[in-house]
């Protein structure tokens, strides 16, 4: 059978009994939308983070974008961030109005480099959006240091770190407001589509309420505008339910499959060789990816097909370098760090109930192919 880096259907083989009864409980409820199911949910997932208030949303982008208006970002306010992301986070930047403003990343960990923030702030800066990329956690107190100073709100893209710390504290609870996705290969996983938005901000909280559906607070009265049609489905909301109650088991198994590469794979490191993924000091890496440097990436990945293996890069192509983002202006060699990463990075399959046959298979075969380049 085809190695992919993603998989959920064992996962569903164990859950099944409480995927079905989740989705037979919401069609017995009476109520398919904003109901019990994404009530209990939006408590149960603040509830874990600490946080006061949880409102769920359609999607990651969506929580990214309703995030932005309802912390006041809207059109020309300059958002800084990085271009090694997930493309949506960049796109929801734009679609409020407000221009990305990209800053490069370190060399260890692939995060947001604090030390280029500064320089990148102008009168027009309003936010700071740190993405928490693959699992672990981006050097917070320096970036809140700087939005305090500033007058700057910080919005921390989550939709890779669910349950991720950071010198012990939970992802999503540094900023002003933190967005998630349980698109279904994030670290807590929807079976379709989903977003959330936490926050300790009663205003914001209300904001978010409004933004997402349609301007109202009561029907059909429109307080303010924007708003947009972006709730979270009464049956994702409640499978989430059942999978947030097995996070840590998800997290800890993603860790065990991460240990056991790291052992597999640490001969293969060294100069020119393989860099597996570092964790930095203070953080608790969750492992939404598992991703490794290679100067020969391309090489591998096509060796790698000839045992049936299907690697991906996250991602290939830096936001700044996309032909839908040509308008802000960046060129090839602004950001040389995202730019030399995207080059070399590949990511391995990673998901909790990844098979240990499959784990070793994948093991032997980079030792192979990496072996005879
Ligand atoms: C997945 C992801 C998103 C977008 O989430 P969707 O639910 O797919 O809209 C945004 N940012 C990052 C970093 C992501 O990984």
């Known amino acids: 059978m085809a190695t992919r880096v993603w998989d959920y259907l064992a996962e569903y083989e164990n859950e099944r009994a409480d995927i079905l009864d989740a989705v037979e409980t919401v069609f017995q409820s009476g109520q398919l939308i904003l109901g019990d199911s994404v009530r209990g949910f939006e408590a149960e997932f603040a509830g874990c983070h600490g946080a006061a208030h949880c409102v769920t949303v359609d999607n990651g982008t969506n929580a990214l974008k309703l995030g932005l208006q309802a912390l006041g970002v809207g059109p020309g306010d300059e958002v800084i961030t990085v271009a090694n992301t997930a493309a949506p986070t960049v796109v929801a930047i734009d679609s409020v109005g407000a221009i990305p403003k990209f800053v490069d990343v370190r060399e260890d960990d692939y995060l947001l480099d604090t030390r280029l923030v500064a320089e990148a702030i102008t009168p027009r800066t309003k936010a700071l959006l740190p993405v928490h990329l693959y699992g672990q956690c981006v050097d917070m107190a320096p970036l809140m240091e700087l939005a305090k100073e500033h007058g700057l709100v910080v919005l921390e893209d989550c939709a890779q770190s669910h349950g991720a710390r950071h010198h012990g504290r939970i992802a999503g609870t540094f900023g002003d407001a933190a967005a998630f996705s349980f698109y279904p290969t994030k670290v807590l996983g929807a079976y379709g589509d989903g977003g959330a938005v936490i926050t300790d901000d009663e205003n914001v909280?209300?904001?978010?309420?409004?933004?997402?559906?349609?301007?109202?607070?009561?029907?059909?009265?429109?307080?303010?505008?924007?708003?947009?049609?972006?709730?979270?489905?009464?049956?994702?909301?409640?499978?989430?339910?059942?999978?947030?109650?097995?996070?840590?088991?998800?997290?800890?198994?993603?860790?065990?499959?991460?240990?056991?590469?790291?052992?597999?794979?640490?001969?293969?490191?060294?100069?020119?060789?393989?860099?597996?993924?570092?964790?930095?000091?203070?953080?608790?890496?969750?492992?939404?990816?598992?991703?490794?440097?290679?100067?020969?990436?391309?090489e591998i990945i096509e060796r790698l097909q000839s045992y049936d293996i299907w690697l991906n890069v996250s991602y290939r192509w830096p936001v700044h370098t996309m032909s839908g983002f040509a308008h802000l202006g960046y060129q090839r060699g602004s950001l040389p760090v995202t730019e030399r990463l995207a080059d070399e990075i590949f990511s391995l399959p990673m998901y909790p109930s990844l098979p240990r046959n499959v784990q070793d298979k994948v093991i032997a075969a980079l030792r192979e192919v990496v072996a005879q380049l």
């Not at 307080?223 to 909301?237: C, K, T």
């Not at 240990?259 to 060294?270: H, I, M, N, V």
């Open 205 to 298: 909280t209300a904001r978010l309420r409004r933004l997402r559906y349609y301007g109202m607070e009561e029907r059909y009265y429109v307080v303010a505008v924007p708003g947009h049609n972006a709730r979270l489905d009464e049956v994702q909301a409640e499978i989430l339910r059942r999978k947030l109650g097995r996070l840590d088991s998800y997290i800890a198994g993603r860790r065990a499959v991460a240990q056991r590469y790291a052992e597999g794979l640490a001969d293969l490191t060294g100069p020119g060789g393989l860099v597996l993924p570092s964790v930095t000091e203070g953080n608790e890496h969750v492992y939404y990816l598992y991703v490794v440097r290679h100067p020969r990436r391309d």
